[in-house]
Every structure is written in structure tokens, then in C-alpha cells.
């Protein structure tokens, strides 16, 4: 089984700064990777698909990269509504999520 | 406008057997090219994926609970079927239903989610 590991697992920030996540994968996935936008009681929203794709509708202000084992997500300039937990997820004939990054306000 | 839809128990007994449907609109399950899968996620944890049926039948079960998991679909009333035997407390969760597009391998339309708390 694929493992995925998020770092940090809590990141405190405040509006205006960059933030990045970091996933890696226990084994290569190429490019098979999304990021979610989780709040409290919604369910997940997708970002970014392949690695880098911006999903249709998300602020460009998103941004995802990597492949093979390591991967980021990139907040350039957080604003209040990012505020959430997110999650990395993979895809090599199964799925695997990430444990999750709970970004909170400074 | 793509949308799912959770409906099920909200309260199973330990050692029974849960089922779960999940009613979809907006696209095809025999025809495009998607899937629609199960993630659950305890109150607090992480999300966990399920397993996922494919547009031609095509069936994946999460390696650790495949032995306690069967889904199936309903092409005629777009709604797919999640049972999970042997419920244990452990199994509470919020339990979402969404669609994969098999270009992206991301689950990119989600349903809101039903609790189901396992409690004798």
C-alpha cells in the first residue's frame, strides 16, 4: 500500500503570508496526486488534480507541484476563507489520502 | 449541475451490516467515462478511502477493508450501493460519496456527507 505523509500537521499563518504543504508518497505515483480544501462539517473540495492542475473555478492563488514522491501546495497569499484543513490525495489503482494539514490563524 | 446525495442509517448496532446509497444526477454511470466511490471520515481523523465502482463495471476496495466491503450500481435509478459487514464502533463516521473522472483520478463532485454512528 501506498502511504502518504503531510507535513506540517498544524501550520499557523495569517492573512497575506505564502504557505506551503508538503506530501510524499511511500513509492512513486508520477504525477497521480490532488489536493482537497476541507471546512468543518462540508465535505472536501478538490484543488488541484495531476499534481498541478488548477480544478476549474479554484482561486489562482493555488498552486500545486512535484512528482514522483514529493509534492507541495502553495497558498500564495492566504486569504480569511482559506482558513481550512487539506488533504493530499493519491491514485495508483487505489486512492490514499494524506492525514491532513489544518491551517489556523496566527 | 452535477450533485450525490447520501442516504442511509444514521445509527447500526455493533456486528450489523451497513448499506449506504448514494443517488447521483448530472451524468452517466454507463456512459461517461467516471466512477463514483465511498471516503469516510471519523469525527476528528483524517479522510479514508473505500472503494469506487467504475462507468463499465469495474470494481476497487480499499486493501484493509475489502473483506467486509461490496459496492454496487444502479445505472437505471443512478444511485450506487455501499454495504459494510460486521460495523464495529470503530466504523463511526461521516461517510461521503463522490465522483472520480477518470482523467484526473480526483474525486472532483462530493456528496454532503451522512453520519452513521455505530453504538449498541
Known amino acids: 500500500d501506498i502511504h502518504m505523509t503531510q507535513s506540517p500537521s498544524t501550520l499557523s499563518a495569517s492573512v497575506g503570508d505564502r504557505v506551503t504543504i508538503t506530501c510524499r508518497a511511500s513509492?512513486?505515483?508520477?504525477?497521480?496526486l490532488a489536493w482537497y480544501q476541507q471546512k468543518p462539517g462540508k465535505a472536501p473540495k478538490l484543488l488541484i488534480y495531476?499534481?498541478?492542475n488548477l480544478e476549474s473555478g479554484v482561486a489562482s492563488r493555488f498552486s500545486g507541484s512535484g512528482s514522483g514522491t514529493e509534492f507541495t501546495l502553495t497558498i500564495s497569499s492566504l486569504q480569511s476563507d482559506d482558513f481550512a484543513t487539506y488533504y493530499c490525495?493519491?491514485?495508483?489503482?487505489?486512492?490514499?489520502f494524506g492525514q491532513g494539514t489544518k491551517v489556523e490563524i496566527k | 449541475q452535477m450533485t450525490l446525495k447520501e442516504s442511509g442509517p444514521t445509527l447500526v448496532e455493533p456486528t450489523q451490516t451497513l448499506t449506504l446509497t448514494c443517488t447521483f444526477s448530472?451524468?452517466?454511470?454507463?456512459?461517461?467515462?467516471?466512477?463514483v466511490g465511498w471516503v469516510r471520515q471519523p469525527p476528528g481523523k483524517a479522510l479514508e478511502w473505500l472503494a469506487l465502482?467504475?462507468?463499465?463495471?469495474?470494481?476497487r476496495y480499499s486493501p484493509s477493508l475489502k473483506n467486509r466491503l461490496t459496492i454496487t450500481k444502479d445505472t437505471s435509478r443512478s444511485q450506487v450501493v455501499l454495504t459494510m459487514t460486521n460495523m464495529d464502533p470503530v466504523d463511526t463516521a461521516t461517510y461521503f460519496c463522490?465522483?472520480?473522472?477518470?482523467?484526473?483520478?480526483?474525486?472532483?463532485?462530493w456528496g454532503p456527507g451522512t453520519l452513521v454512528t455505530v453504538s449498541s
Open positions: 490525495q493519491q491514485y495508483n489503482g487505489y486512492w490514499t
Open positions: 448530472g451524468f452517466s454511470l454507463s456512459t461517461d467515462k467516471v466512477g
Open positions: 465502482i467504475y462507468w463499465d463495471g469495474d470494481k
Open positions: 513509492q512513486s505515483i508520477i504525477s497521480w
Open positions: 463522490a465522483r472520480v473522472s477518470m482523467g484526473i483520478k480526483g474525486f472532483d463532485y
Open positions: 495531476q499534481a498541478s
